[in-house]
């Protein structure tokens, strides 16, 4: 194997913290072992990309972002026995296989996840892309770095799709809309008949409503402050739906659901939520949450509503999910039309990141898609 070979590509670099995108020629490595060589055809923009690129997370610069990448296999490392070149696949996080919890299926908690996910480098510090001053970039950022016209992830991280399904849209089945749906099926296991509230009618939020449709809850309440997600909400499933900047949240969940919901999730990120996501939940219902707020943030609940309630807290990473199983799920569902996510995408070229970006954190956009030019 001879690891000095190398191809152009382009690449969206993050030089400082906080700046915009710039689209660079860089060269990536060809994949060695377990990994293989995508060539990236659409990513989803994520949540946490953007806080990366603020270094709200500590992730060293100058560094490719991207994790909801979908793409065809261009080439394989020499140890690659489940993937073949021209597979289409869908690029997840990464996680070791080896430790405790991934040999238990819960892969999203690997020992290792955090330097997997977000340590900027493959496990031995090493980096797969230099720039034209032949100075290493930071990559590796899920175990895939997508927003570049090549990536490289492993044969446990992508994920293996069928080859009539729109590879172009699926990717965002890699983080954010796996997130909602699985919290729902996977974590929660909201049954049919009972009743869910979403706190943050998002990518992640609307996901978890579709999801929770499609598990058969009878009552499926979404809150946010913005009418258009809330009439999407009601298009995909929801319904009741609660405008926050005007209802007072707690008081009208316990109406509507009777004393409240068996299940809610927090996906804003904001702790005075998390605790309206507690003090909505019936006796032993339980609140999922998934919104990320800076490290080192603390939240408050009343101790013995909790206790005297029987109620739960957990929180969640990537939906729980063996993407290997639950992708090629969620792909189902929507060729079924009973997981229409598409309604909460919008394309743009890869050249126009920065105006996706901007899109996204004015909440004009749900869920930016990039597709790169071929
Ligand atoms: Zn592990
Ligand atoms: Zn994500």
Redesign the pocket.
């Known amino acids: 194997m001879n690891t000095t070979i190398s191809r152009a590509i382009t690449a969206a670099v993050v030089r400082g913290k906080g700046a915009p995108f710039t689209l660079e020629e860089v060269n990536i490595r060809e994949p060695e072992g377990v990994e293989v060589l995508v060539r990236v055809v659409a990513t989803g923009m994520?949540?946490?990309?953007l806080i990366v690129r603020d270094q709200l997370y500590p992730v060293p610069l100058p560094l490719v972002l991207g994790?909801?990448g979908a793409g065809v296999v261009e080439a394989i490392g020499p140890n690659v026995t489940r993937l073949a070149v021209g597979d289409h696949v869908v690029m997840s996080y990464g996680f070791c296989g080896g430790c405790s919890p991934c040999d238990h299926g819960h892969m999203s908690y690997c020992k290792e996840f955090f330097g997997r996910n977000f340590g900027g480098s493959d496990a031995d510090g090493k980096c797969a892309i230099t720039d034209r001053q032949g100075e290493a970039v930071h990559d590796h950022f899920?175990a895939q770095s997508s927003f570049a016209t090549y990536a490289i992830s492993t044969e446990d991280s992508a994920v293996k799709v069928s080859k009539e399904a729109p590879l172009e849209l699926l990717g965002p089945l890699g983080?954010?809309i796996q997130?909602g749906a699985g919290a729902v099926i996977n974590t929660l296991g909201v049954r049919p008949g009972s009743r869910f509230a979403a706190l943050g009618a998002g990518a992640v939020g609307l996901s978890a409503v579709m999801a929770a449709r499609v598990a058969g809850a009878a009552m499926i309440i979404a809150i946010d402050v913005v009418p258009e997600r809330l009439a999407l909400a009601m298009e995909l499933g929801a319904t009741h739906v609660i405008n926050a900047s005007h209802e007072d949240v707690v008081e009208r969940v316990r109406e509507l659901g009777g004393g409240g919901v068996d299940y809610a999730l927090e996906s804003t990120g904001r702790t005075e939520v998390l605790r309206q996501g507690v003090d909505v939940l019936a006796g032993r219902g339980t609140l999922g949450v998934v919104g990320a707020p800076p490290l080192g943030h603390e939240a408050a609940f009343d101790v013995n509503d909790l206790l005297l309630g029987g109620k739960s807290i957990r929180g969640i990473v990537e939906g729980d999910s063996v993407a290997r199983d639950f992708i090629p799920q969620l792909v189902e569902l929507h060729r079924q039309g009973r997981f229409p996510f598409d309604r909460l995408v919008k394309f743009y070229d890869f050249e126009d990141i920065n105006q996706a970006a901007e899109d996204s954190e004015r909440g004009l956009t749900l869920k930016p898609i990039l597709r790169m030019a071929r």
């Not at 994520?46 to 990309?49: A, E, F, Q, R, S």
């Open positions: 994520c949540h946490t990309d994790h909801e899920f983080c954010g997130t």
